[in-house]
């Protein structure tokens, strides 16, 4: 079980302080975030490096879990720690993990969390990025490990109009790989494109994402780029309730989670609530 599915106290409440903690790392040589018994993951890595500061064994909360290849500049996690195993300043377990952490992951900040802050179900949002190069010679190798090499002619303007075609409240059943019990309806916030010589970068938001569901996103989009596949084909994917065997998975490699957004302080523990509830099924026509 990957350890960010529960917020699971090892210690009586009262003995522990809920720390913040904000995390980067490059993914190409992780077998994704969560924990998995004989893989190297993210989470593993710190939560090993954690527990021997601390002295007992901690386990992270995770607000997006990353799959294997996938990066991350903007990462949030929490974690319950024994309150007399604290420093003074937290921020210096910063420096400290920087020295037993290996180089492709870094924890950059460590803050005391406050009331009701639960990493996972606090958020009101995430924010990723895919970053994909059209040139022909493939990707710079300053940038190979984070950027798709794509050398095809795509139309920006058909997949910027596909891409927003889809933002609102919508199930994303085509875009997503199923999971026993888990909704698949999401509030898409944001999908568009930039590009900058031979560089497009895709901006995904939304207020979570199911399994695969922004390298679906993505791939889609691509397809029409490439002229394959109609504006009007993307979205009436919205329709599909079973995971589409016409939407390619982008690579994982181009894809990174930038940011966790959080509602303010004393709006916590109603976000908490709010999340958990269980999302319906969508009736046609009245979520647009």
């Known amino acids: ?5 529960t917020s699971s106290r ?3 409440e009262d003995d522990t302080t809920r720390l913040r903690l904000d995390i980067a790392y490059d993914g190409t040589d992780f077998s994704g975030w969560a924990r998995q018994p004989g893989r190297r993951t993210v989470c593993g890595e710190i939560e090993d490096k954690l527990s021997a500061i ?5 386990l992270l909360t995770v607000a997006g879990r990353t799959d294997a290849g996938v990066h991350a500049s903007g990462q949030v996690a929490h974690v319950d720690v024994p309150t007399a195993a604290l420093p003074d300043d937290p921020s210096r377990w910063v420096r400290r993990l920087a020295r037993f952490l290996p180089r492709d992951v870094r924890v950059t900040g460590i803050t005391v969390a406050p009331d009701h802050f639960d990493a996972r179900f606090s958020a009101v949002r995430r924010h990723y990025e895919y970053r994909l190069t059209t040139a022909v010679y493939g990707a710079d190798p300053l940038r190979a490990r984070d950027t798709v090499a794509w050398p095809k002619a795509v139309d920006l303007d058909a997949m910027q109009r596909a891409s927003r075609s889809l933002l609102g409240l919508h199930d994303f059943a085509a875009f997503c790989k199923r999971r026993e019990g888990a909704t698949t309806v999401r509030e898409l916030q944001r999908f568009d494109w930039t590009c900058e010589g031979t560089i497009l970068t895709a901006y995904v938001s939304a207020d979570a994402f199911c399994w695969s569901m922004v390298r679906s996103l993505v791939g889609a989009a691509l397809a ?10 993307m979205t009436a994917l919205l329709d599909e309730r079973e995971r589409a065997a016409a939407v ?4 994982a490699h181009g894809l990174s989670l930038v940011g966790v957004d959080y509602p303010p ?3 916590l523990a109603a976000r908490n609530i709010a999340t958990r509830e269980m999302r319906g099924p969508i009736t046609p ?4």
């Open 1 to 5: 079980m990957a350890s960010d599915e």
């Open 285 to 288: 026509g009245c979520c647009g």
């Open 54 to 58: 601390v002295r007992t064994p901690v």
């Open 265 to 267: 302080d004393e709006e």
């Open 248 to 251: 390619a998975v982008a690579p």
């Open 10 to 12: 090892l210690l009586p």
């Open 224 to 233: 029409v780029g490439e002229g394959r596949r109609s504006v009007d084909w």
